[in-house]
C-alpha cells in the first residue's frame, strides 16, 4: 500500500484514511468512563492530577461512569445514529487512566466492549507507568478479538517540562511501554500538547522528531487548554505564561507535520475543551474554523506530511 498516495483529500495521513483503508467505512467513536481514578489523583503519585487536567480526567465528553458500558455504548451510537448514517464504532475509554483497576473490573469492561457488534476497534487511554505484564497479558488477548489501540499520554520528551505538569514517570518508563505493546502487535497511540508553558517550537520539534525514531502507529497533536478549577489556570491568571494565538498554533501545527514520519497516521490536530470550563485560549472552541484554516494554510503553501522529515 502507497500510503502517501492513499491519504485522499487531506495533505496528511488522516485518521479518516486509515480508516477507510483499515475498515473499507469511517468509523466514530463512543466515549466510555470506565470508572476508573489515576495515580496522579488517588494519592499514589499526588492527589492533584496533572496541572492542566480536569476533574473529569480528560473525559470530560465520556459517557456517564453510572451507566454500564453497555448502555453507554447503546446511548452515544443513538445520539450518533441520529444525524448521521453509521453502522460501526470505536469504544473509546477514556476518562482518567483506563488499565488503572484491578484486573477482573479490566476484563468485565473490555470484554463488554468487545461484545458489542457495533463496535469494531477498542482504544485505550493510559498511562506507560499503569501497564503491567497481567494487564499486558489481557490487552493481548483482548487484541485478538477487535484490534485494539493503546493511546499514551507522553505530551512532552522534556523531563523539565513533564516534571512542571506533575507527569509523573519518566522517559525510559514510556520507551519500555511502547517496546512491550509492539512485541503484542498493538497500536501505540501518542498524545503530545503544544504551548506547554516554557517549551520553544525547537523543544516541540525535538518531541516530534523522537516520535519518528520510535514504532508509532499514530499521534494527536493537542493545543495546551486552560480550564477552570485546574492548576494551570491558577497560573494562567498569575501571568505566567501565555497561550498561543490562533495563527502560531496553526503554523506551529504545519511546521510539526512537516517532520513528522509520513505513515504516522494524524488522529487529532487540535481539540475543543469543554466551553463552560474553557479559559484560554478561547478561539479554540470553533474547532472547524480553526481545521479550515490549517488545511488553507498547508493547501496555499504547499506542504504535506513529511516533507521535512529525514
Known amino acids: 500500500m502507497n500510503v502517501m498516495k492513499d491519504w485522499l483529500d487531506k495533505p496528511y495521513y488522516s485518521l479518516n484514511a486509515y480508516l477507510h483503508q483499515r475498515f473499507s467505512e ?46 453507554q455504548i447503546e446511548e452515544q451510537i443513538n445520539t450518533i445514529r441520529s444525524k448521521r448514517s453509521v453502522e460501526h464504532f470505536i469504544a473509546y475509554f477514556q476518562a482518567y487512566t483506563n488499565t488503572y483497576a484491578p484486573l477482573s473490573h479490566l476484563r468485565s469492561i473490555y470484554m463488554e466492549a468487545a461484545g458489542h457488534p457495533a463496535i469494531s476497534a477498542i482504544s485505550i487511554g493510559t498511562r506507560p507507568d499503569c501497564l503491567g505484564p497481567e494487564v499486558l497479558e489481557l490487552l493481548s488477548e483482548l487484541n485478538r478479538i477487535k484490534p485494539v489501540w493503546i493511546e499514551l499520554g507522553l505530551q512532552t520528551i522534556h523531563d523539565e517540562t513533564a516534571h512542571y ?16 505493546l509492539q512485541a503484542l502487535d498493538i497500536d501505540i497511540i501518542v498524545h503530545l500538547i503544544l504551548g506547554l508553558p516554557g517549551e520553544t517550537e525547537q523543544d516541540i520539534l525535538e518531541s516530534i522528531k523522537y516520535m519518528n525514531t520510535l514504532p508509532v502507529t499514530g499521534i494527536k497533536l493537542q493545543l495546551l487548554h486552560v480550564l477552570e478549577d485546574t492548576d494551570l489556570a491558577d497560573e494562567y491568571r498569575l501571568g505566567k505564561f501565555q497561550a498561543l494565538t490562533q495563527q502560531q498554533y496553526v503554523n506551529l501545527v504545519i511546521t510539526c507535520l512537516e517532520h513528522l514520519r509520513p505513515d504516522i497516521v494524524i488522529h487529532r490536530l487540535t481539540g475543543d475543551g469543554p466551553k463552560n470550563m474553557l479559559i484560554a485560549p478561547t478561539w479554540s472552541s470553533a474547532k472547524r474554523r480553526v481545521l479550515n484554516d490549517l488545511h488553507h494554510q498547508m493547501s496555499i503553501r504547499g506542504i504535506r506530511q513529511g516533507d521535512k522529515y529525514r
Do not use: E, H, W
Open 26 to 71: 469511517k468509523l466514530y467513536k463512543v466515549s466510555l468512563d470506565g470508572g476508573m481514578t489515576c495515580p496522579n489523583r488517588d494519592g499514589t503519585l499526588g492527589n492533584r492530577g496533572c496541572i492542566f487536567c480536569s476533574a473529569g480526567g480528560s473525559g470530560d465528553f465520556a459517557g456517564d461512569r453510572n451507566l454500564s458500558i453497555t448502555d
Open 165 to 180: 505538569i506533575r507527569r509523573g514517570y519518566d522517559l525510559p518508563c514510556f520507551i519500555q511501554a511502547v517496546s512491550n
